[in-house]
């Protein structure tokens, strides 16, 4: 809990969004990054990705934009996942 209400104290503080993607987004974000990007990732890896790409079709983002999409966590990590 502690490290939530920080973590919404500093997107506040940036003037930043955080933003909240389904299951099945998710997943095929990480099935994108392995098939396209070579990227074997977990869910929470692929969280960024998910929510870039539901962001950019509600027009929060635009196609000039620039958007990083950090995407950590080895696929082997969570392989249940996969399965």
Sequence with gaps: ???????LS??????????AV????????????AHKAGLFCEPTGATSLAAARDLFIKGSIGSSDTVICIVTG?????????T
């Design 22 to 33: 389904g299951d099945a987004d998710i997943r095929a974000a990480m099935i994108d990054l």
């Design 74 to 82: 080895h696929g082997f990590k969570d392989f249940a996942a996969w």
């Design 1 to 7: 809990p502690e490290e939530g209400s920080l973590t």
């Design 10 to 19: 500093l997107v506040r503080a940036s003037k930043g969004v955080a933003y």
